[in-house]
């Protein structure tokens, strides 16, 4: 299953137009972010908001994951201060996958966000969280933090935000997006066989672990039949109809 490196902007020094600062609302977006991508089936890990951009590329780097997702607002140029607005998201232009990544985010967006002409998938070469990072890695820059409209706008709609980019994510790894979801612990019931965990809710789906039974396992949602659940580290689908909650 996906693995993220989750990596809000540690720029508290970007004042917004009214209150507030880039660090401080690109965490609450990446906190609203975190039930979605349990729900869904996606791991993840944060950056340390007290390390700078090498520091989070540094523990991106430091192990495996799927994709790298910044989250950033942009500021204008001080003739410009509060007369742009706009979303671009930042691809590496030498991979395909950071450009598919970054078109499927910038195509979501532009069904919630309101100027939705100004939303951009774009080619970077010096931004190092796309260019330095090992794996599959994007830059979003969400609106503008000096004009008060954006502001207003990425404030008043954190949550759906937060369920369009993991959304995204999910249309990226080709899984459900589940928007519902609770946390519960179950126990496995196969009549003393092992129960599956799979890659996709589908017995088609491939293997990834196994849960045998009797076990107490972690369940995050349902759908169709099948709980994404997790079990000694590992997140994956499992038949409902063999776990008692």
């Known amino acids: 299953m996906p693995k993220i490196f989750l990596s809000p902007s540690t720029q508290e020094w970007n004042l917004y137009a009214t209150e507030g600062n880039e660090e401080l609302?690109?965490?609450?977006?990446?906190?609203?972010?975190?039930?979605?991508?349990?729900?869904?089936?996606?791991?993840?890990?944060?950056?340390?908001?007290?390390?700078?951009?090498?520091?989070?590329?540094?523990?991106?780097?430091?192990?495996?994951?799927?994709?790298?997702?910044?989250?950033?607002?942009?500021?204008?140029?001080?003739?410009?201060?509060?007369?742009?607005?706009?979303?671009?998201?930042?691809?590496?232009?030498?991979?395909?996958?950071?450009?598919?990544?970054a078109e499927i985010i910038a195509n979501n967006l532009e069904t919630v966000y309101p100027v939705n002409n100004k939303v951009r998938a774009l080619p970077t070469?010096?931004?190092?969280?796309?260019?330095?990072?090992?794996?599959?890695?994007?830059?979003?820059?969400?609106?503008?933090?000096?004009n008060v409209s954006d502001e207003s706008w990425?404030?008043?709609?954190?949550?759906?935000?937060?369920?369009?980019?993991?959304?995204?994510?999910?249309?990226?790894?080709g899984i459900p997006f589940i928007s519902d979801g609770f946390v519960k612990n179950g126990t496995v019931y196969t009549d003393g066989g092992n129960l599956n965990i799979r890659s996709f809710p589908s017995l088609d789906g491939r293997i990834i672990g196994i849960i045998p039974d009797g076990s107490s396992v972690t369940v995050y949602s349902e759908i169709n039949g099948w709980y994404v659940v997790n079990y000694n580290g590992i997140t994956g689908y499992a038949k409902s109809d063999y776990i008692s909650l």
């Open 25 to 101: 609302y690109m965490n609450r977006l990446a906190d609203h972010m975190e039930p979605y991508l349990k729900y869904s089936g996606i791991t993840y890990s944060r950056n340390d908001p007290e390390r700078n951009v090498n520091g989070a590329i540094n523990d991106s780097n430091s192990a495996y994951y799927d994709v790298h997702l910044a989250l950033h607002t942009n500021a204008a140029p001080q003739n410009l201060y509060g007369k742009l607005r706009g979303i671009d998201v930042y691809f590496a232009p030498s991979s395909m996958h950071s450009e598919k990544l």
């Open 154 to 173: 990425l404030k008043s709609n954190l949550d759906v935000i937060a369920q369009n980019l993991v959304r995204s994510l999910c249309d990226y790894f």
């Open 125 to 146: 070469d010096f931004l190092g969280e796309v260019l330095r990072t090992k794996a599959v890695a994007v830059l979003c820059e969400l609106g503008y933090h000096d």
